[in-house]
């Protein structure tokens, strides 16, 4: 069974810009959640996307936002890129929502110039 | 909130060394507990979980047991590798959305030959 894949694994942009960020969940699986890790912040959850519908947000500003697909995958994108964005974006993949095990993609590492 | 608690990295520790990672949480109800572990340059994985109070977690040879009195969940080990350096984060999910996880820090951990 294939994991969570997420690309591109690795993006450069420029203040300013968007970028947008696409994660494909394992099979089977409707719940998917964004994370980002940084060295000072750590992990932080971004939002959560289930049956095409964002059913919880943390608390980032508004230039976050994502999206669900009919076939679960989910992009995420991030507007007005900031210094402060460059980060280790990560993507997790439940059976359902309520479900107790997540399962983490890679990561795409995004780096802000 | 609910909140992680983890002991600050690094740890550096002989092969064939005993680990202790200590977590404590704060949290309102029953949430689920996990150790997740990040290698180099790679995502997140699930090392281990405990669902409810005296459970426990085990895989690969590290252990954590689910102690609602003391609210912890300390990662074990008997006989370390060099194999198990890593990022290891303890973590908790919340009994009323169970995809939104809560992180520590992580401890940074590095096992000499």
């Known amino acids: 069974k294939a994991g969570v894949t997420q690309t591109p694994r690795y993006l450069i942009k420029t203040r300013g810009q968007q970028v947008t960020l696409s994660c494909s969940p394992i099979?089977?699986?409707?719940?998917v959640s964004w994370y980002q890790q940084t060295p000072g912040q750590g992990l932080q959850f971004l939002f959560e996307?289930?049956?095409?519908?964002?059913?919880n947000k943390g608390n980032f500003p508004g230039r976050f936002s994502g999206r669900q697909f009919s076939n679960s995958r989910s992009e995420m994108n991030v507007s007005t890129l900031e210094l402060g964005d460059s980060a280790l974006y990560l993507c997790?993949?439940?059976?359902?929502?309520?479900?107790?095990?997540?399962?983490f993609g890679q990561g795409t590492r995004l780096t802000v110039v | 909130g609910n909140s992680v608690t983890q002991m600050e990295g690094p740890v550096t520790l002989s092969e064939e060394a005993f680990l202790t990672i200590n977590c404590t949480y704060t949290?309102?109800?029953?949430?689920?507990l996990f150790w997740y572990v990040q290698y180099p340059g790679e995502g997140l994985q699930l090392l281990l979980k405990?669902?409810?109070?005296?459970d426990k977690g085990s895989n690969k040879g590290f252990e954590a047991t689910y102690r609602k009195e003391t609210t912890s969940f300390h990662l074990e080990k008997g006989s370390v590798q060099v194999s198990d350096s890593a990022v290891y984060f303890c973590?908790?999910?919340?009994?009323?959305?169970?995809?939104?996880?809560?992180f520590g820090s992580g401890t940074r951990l590095s096992i000499r030959p």
């Open positions: 997790a993949s439940s059976l359902s929502l309520g479900s107790t095990e997540a399962f």
């Open positions: 099979s089977g699986h409707r719940s």
């Open positions: 996307y289930f049956s095409e519908t964002q059913r």
């Open positions: 949290a309102t109800g029953y949430p689920s």
């Open positions: 405990a669902t409810k109070a005296d």
């Open positions: 973590a908790l999910s919340d009994q009323s959305s169970a995809s939104k996880i809560i």
